[in-house]
């Protein structure tokens, strides 16, 4: 990475790497921290966070935050060099189902957008990109898939660097090398 204090979107599909290639960008950086939108609402959700836990190791800071992501964000800049948020899709869906309305979420991404404009800490933002697959046959699933796109594009504009991971590879779509 060219520096301190940008902001990095990785988007991808489900299982395209995302979260590799963005803890693959974090390697290099002292204090790091791992911001983690996903509840363990079942067994196999518990595994799978008790198995990403176990990969990162013990350089890595874990703060679990599946709704109050900036003020996370706010928190863990404090202490870290970069931060990885993995992922804004389960952050959005969770915003959902908690109620909260779309003016309310417009107003937590453009917080967001703020919080990764301004320099200091190095902020990596993992996101699926949802915008490529069927139109969904039932309303909240359309108003999310709306949503996540609505929130890619905005975070797109604002980041220094974007990348879609493609079966594993990363694509450079906006900003240089580093």
């Known amino acids: 990475m060219k520096k ?33 939108t996903l509840e363990p609402k079942d067994e196999e959700m518990a595994q799978r966070i008790a198995s990403h836990r176990r990969a990162r190791g013990a350089d890595w800071r874990v703060m679990e935050e599946p709704l109050k992501l900036n003020r996370a ?3 863990a800049e ?17 915003l959902l189902l908690a109620g909260k309305k779309e003016s309310e979420i417009i ?19 993992v996101s699926n990109e949802v915008g490529q697959g069927i139109v969904p046959a039932d309303p909240l699933t359309r108003r ?9 594009q905005m975070l797109a504009n ?21």
């Open 107 to 125: 107003l937590e991404l453009e917080k967001l957008c703020q919080i990764i404009s301004r320099p200091g800490v190095a902020i990596i933002l």
């Open 4 to 36: 301190t204090g940008q902001g990095i979107l990785v988007l991808g599909g489900a299982r395209s790497g995302k979260s590799r290639y963005a803890l693959e960008l974090a390697s290099g950086f002292s204090r790091k921290t791992l911001i983690a």
């Open 144 to 152: 999310f898939r709306d949503l996540q796109g609505r929130a890619n």
């Open 78 to 94: 404090k202490n870290s060099r970069v931060i990885v948020v993995d992922c804004l899709t389960l952050w959005l869906s969770n």
């Open 158 to 178: 604002v980041a220094d660097q974007v990348y879609l991971l493609v079966a594993g590879i990363p694509v450079r779509i906006k900003g240089d090398k580093g």
């Open 73 to 75: 964000l706010r928190q």
